[in-house]
């Protein structure tokens, strides 16, 4: 990206002049006008005499030309709202203009103004197609410079859709970031950025309850990317609550020890709080499969998962006396009433909805059994 940031720096070299200002006529009060600014070399008093020029002349054919100037004048001297009001009154005349939301869409994003964004990024992908679209001229020697033109076009309108994803991983908001991020879905659903604002898409609807919205994408992403390890424990758990293709359970469930037996830690996170995140969903996932096991009267395969899940769900309150419990059945089941009653002894310890049946499992265990402590 950093390649493109600085090629779009330099933008009026690479579309060059795009509006002519024919000739100026001192005579007349316009032509008298341009001949001050074009004599001014004070760029603040340029600016003035260009926004005088534009507000007392405001649909003469030179006028595109001043506010081509002075949009320039704006985004040097880095005045956002500026470098906007002149890129609207420019695009009033030429529509097509393919500098000046460009130079609007990075004033928004100077401003960190979502909507602003959103607003210039779309009118800057549109004017930027154009371009792309041009047919390959038949004069031999036009066609480098129309080359060259696509090009740079077609990287702009990558860049108009980086700044949309920018924006939409950078804001604390999320129905902003549902906002920006289905807009770039809809504008390229097999673009770059589109793939990439899939996860903070994921998290911005559940952080806004829309549960619904959420599994809809993460089933769309686990059909071609089964590495973002939340996205799978969702969908796992959906399934098994749900009583729904228990061999995507199955298989989301493992999938998920896996990855996160390899992922690497993430910058800036410390190794303290990477062992404790690696270790819950891991727990979590060796729950969910272990319970789906136990639903499955597979007990043998659901005894492994749960053992395994935990000591990595010690600190859960609500899962750890489940795990204990669904623990103590399997063992009873797999005729091992020692180990059945230590896990019942040790649910029935804790306050939860289990208790009180863990409690009377284990004194069942122990009239069956006369040697179980």
């Avoid at 930027?128 to 060259?148: G, Q």
């Avoid at 919205?213 to 424990?233: F, H, S």
């Avoid at 727990?283 to 395994?308: C, M, P, S, V």
Wanted: with cysteine.
């Amino acid at each position: 990206m950093r390649s493109l940031v600085i090629l779009i720096a330099f933008t009026t070299v690479a579309l060059g002049q795009r509006h002519k200002m024919e000739s100026v006529d001192a005579e007349k009060p316009e032509g008298k006008l341009l001949q001050q600014i074009l004599q001014e070399n004070d760029q603040a008093k340029k600016a003035a005499l260009m926004e005088q020029f534009a507000g007392q002349f405001p649909k003469m054919e030179d006028t595109a030309w001043v506010l081509e100037q002075l949009q320039g004048i704006y985004v040097a001297s880095n005045q956002p709202d500026q470098v906007i009001s002149a890129g609207e009154r420019l695009l009033a005349l030429d529509p097509d203009d393919p500098e000046a939301p460009l130079q609007c869409l990075k004033a928004a994003e100077a401003k960190k103004d979502g909507a602003l964004i959103k607003k210039w990024s779309a009118a800057t992908s549109a004017n930027a197609k154009k371009i792309a679209s041009t047919p390959k001229p038949a004069k031999e020697d036009e066609v480098e410079h129309w080359k060259a033109q696509v090009d740079y076009a077609k990287q702009v309108d990558t860049y108009s859709q980086y700044a949309i994803f920018s924006a939409a991983v950078q804001s604390r908001d999320p129905k902003l970031t549902i906002e920006l991020a289905e807009s770039l879905q809809q504008r390229d659903p097999n673009g770059e950025y589109a793939a990439k604002i899939r996860q903070p898409l994921f998290v911005a609807y559940r952080q806004t309850g829309a549960n619904d919205k959420a599994l809809a994408l993460a089933e769309q992403v686990l059909a071609t990317d089964q590495t973002n390890e939340d996205i799978l424990l969702v969908v796992a758990d959906n399934y098994l609550q749900n009583k729904k293709d228990p061999d995507k359970v199955h298989i989301y469930s493992a999938k998920i020890v896996e990855v996160m037996g390899t992922k690497p830690k993430p910058e800036g996170v410390s190794d303290a709080d990477w062992n404790i995140r690696k270790g819950l969903v891991t727990g979590l996932a060796h729950y969910i499969n272990g319970k789906l096991y136990y639903n499955e009267t597979r007990f043998a395969q659901a005894d492994q998962e749960l053992r395994a899940a935990l000591p990595l769900v010690e600190a859960n309150a609500t899962i750890k006396p489940e795990v204990l419990y669904l623990l103590g059945f399997a063992n009873y089941k797999l005729d091992k009433p020692q180990d059945a009653a230590n896990y019942y002894r040790a649910c029935a310890a804790l306050k939860s909805q289990f208790q009180a049946t863990a409690a009377k499992n284990l004194q069942g265990i122990k009239t069956q059994y006369s040697g179980v402590k």
